[in-house]
């Protein structure tokens, strides 16, 4: 982080991304080393693309409150948890330098199987 940064401006910054959201999966393991699987990398760059895209500057400075609004293609079982932390990881760089910045989360788990998608608001906190 750079002091000469300017500081998150007071105004919220919302986004859609389209597609069935993807929780984080458990990592894999081979030959010793662990990597994360395949699905929970596209989903992560999905995300992290259409954040980049729409995110104007450097990431965020200071604290952050967060909601999400997870749609869902199907009622398969997964934790909101896993959910969270895909889209957490992702914006890491983008969005704010690292996820710890997040002072006050909000999320929740819906389904829409025509419209599948996570809607992300960021605010300072």
Avoid at 23 to 30: E, L
Avoid at 48 to 73: H, K
Wanted: include cysteine; aromatic fraction near 8%; proline fraction near 6%.
């Amino acid at each position: 982080m750079t002091e000469s940064r300017a500081p998150y401006c007071n105004l919220s910054w919302s986004i859609t991304v389209t597609g069935n959201p993807i929780p984080k999966g458990r990592p894999q393991f081979k030959n010793g080393h662990a990597y994360t699987p395949k699905h929970t990398r596209e989903y992560e760059s999905l995300v992290s693309q259409a954040a980049g895209i729409a995110w104007s500057g450097e990431p965020a400075m200071g604290d952050l409150s967060v909601t999400l609004r997870f749609y869902r293609a199907n009622r398969i079982r997964c934790d909101i948890d896993n959910l969270i932390k895909s889209v957490a990881d992702s914006l890491n760089g983008v969005i704010w330098d690292d996820d710890d910045q997040i002072v006050e989360l909000h999320a929740t788990k819906n389904y829409d199987k025509d419209r599948p998608r996570v809607e992300i608001t960021v605010e300072p906190a």
